[in-house]
C-alpha cells in the first residue's frame, strides 16, 4: 500500500499547508481574508452562499424524490 506522501498533492505535505489556524483550529487566513471586506460585501456575500445552499438542498431535495418514484 502507498504512504500518504505518495498520494497527497506536493503542497499538503507541509504540516501547515492548510494555513494559519489558531488554539481552536479556525482557519484564521479565512477571517483574515473577510475582514478585508466592508460589512456590506460581507453581508452580500452571505446572501450568494445562502442562495447557493438552497439551491443545492432544493436539488438534492427533487433527486431523493426521483429515486423514490424509480423504487416504486
Given at each position: 500500500m502507498s504512504s500518504d506522501a505518495t498520494?497527497?498533492?506536493e503542497y499538503m505535505r507541509s504540516?501547515?499547508?492548510y494555513g494559519e489556524q489558531d488554539e481552536n483550529g479556525v482557519d484564521l487566513?479565512?477571517?483574515r481574508e473577510n475582514?478585508?471586506?466592508t460589512p456590506?460585501?460581507?453581508l452580500r456575500q452571505g446572501d450568494v452562499y445562502a442562495g447557493s445552499?438552497?439551491?443545492l438542498m432544493e436539488?438534492?431535495?427533487r433527486s431523493r424524490q426521483e429515486?423514490?418514484?424509480t423504487v416504486r
Open positions: 498520494i497527497l498533492p504540516p501547515t499547508w487566513s479565512l477571517i475582514l478585508k471586506l456590506e460585501e460581507r445552499t438552497l439551491r436539488h438534492a431535495r429515486q423514490a418514484a
